[in-house]
């Protein structure tokens, strides 16, 4: 019986023992927990003041219109393959200009991209991106499709933070992500099948250690619905990026969106695009 009591008080021990070091344990990761909150909380703090300060400094503080091109040159985007003009954008005379436009292996819509750099030192640039096209929804357990990036379901504003300025800018700090009218930003009106939505992203980043500022104009676009009852949303951007030297980038900001303003398609090419491809076009 004495054997068996002491067995009994050691086990009773052993157990008080374990329970200390699970308690201690527990405390730790608490602290842990806590700490990684408080610095996340500090951190989130943090950027909204630098958020904050950058969105009331000269950079960005002063609305721009965008400048009078009528003097300016005029550049051809020609398609190889049709060897039409696909689109047009104006830029200064003594900007370098460039583009191409590039056919999908599969069926899509081709994706037209251009470039315009101020002379020598390229410490301007208006930059059109090709297409993204995404893919949000699809039940519960989503949908992928090939040549489409899944994106959580929200507002465009967030996936533009999230997922868009990232994929274009890596490292970036977004200041502000704001829906704007697409007319301020687009000379032609788009396909009203397409839903068309229009969003000004700013934001900042080292540019070979330089800071740079960047406006990134995000047309949003829809396409048409499909009829399953858990049908995904089928959508897309293009973009264009107006970016400078971050000191520059006030006194040339008017430049940067009469370039954008300015372009514009072909409805020409417009027209044999959409016949290729059986979908409306993009400007």
């Not at 819509?109 to 929804?137: H, N, W």
């Amino acid at each position: 019986m004495s054997k068996l009591n002491k067995f009994g008080n050691e086990l009773a021990a052993g157990v008080k023992e374990t329970g200390k070091l699970l308690q201690s344990d527990i405390e730790k990761a608490r602290g842990q927990v806590t700490e990684h909150q408080q610095q996340t909380e500090a951190a989130r703090q943090a950027a909204e003041q630098h958020r904050w300060e950058r969105q009331s400094s000269p950079t960005w503080a002063a609305p721009t219109a965008a400048a009078d091109t009528t003097e300016w040159a005029t550049y051809e985007l020609v398609d190889p393959r049709s060897s039409q003009v696909a689109a047009t954008f104006r830029h200064p005379a003594d900007w370098q200009a460039g583009g191409s436009v590039m056919w999908p292996g599969g069926p899509g819509m081709p994706a037209k991209y251009a470039v315009g750099t101020s002379p020598a030192d390229q410490s301007c640039v208006a930059e059109r991106f090709p297409r993204i096209d995404l893919l949000s929804g699809g039940g519960l357990f989503g949908t992928t499709e090939p040549g489409r990036e899944s994106v959580p379901e929200g507002p465009l504003q967030t996936v533009i933070a999230t997922t868009i300025v990232p994929k274009l800018r890596p490292g970036a700090f977004v200041i502000t992500v704001d829906a704007v009218d697409p007319a301020l930003y687009l000379s032609q009106p788009m396909d009203p099948r397409l839903m068309g939505q229009a969003f000004l992203a700013s934001l900042e980043y080292d540019r070979n250690g330089v800071p740079w500022a960047d406006e990134l104009v995000v047309l949003r676009y829809q396409f048409p619905p499909g009829t399953g009852a858990m049908e995904p949303t089928r959508f897309g951007v293009v973009v264009w990026s107006l970016n400078a030297n971050r000191e520059l980038f006030p006194s040339v900001r008017s430049t940067l969106r009469g370039v954008a303003l300015s372009a514009s398609s072909h409805r020409e090419w417009d027209a044999y695009a959409s016949a290729q491809t059986g979908w409306p076009v993009l400007i």
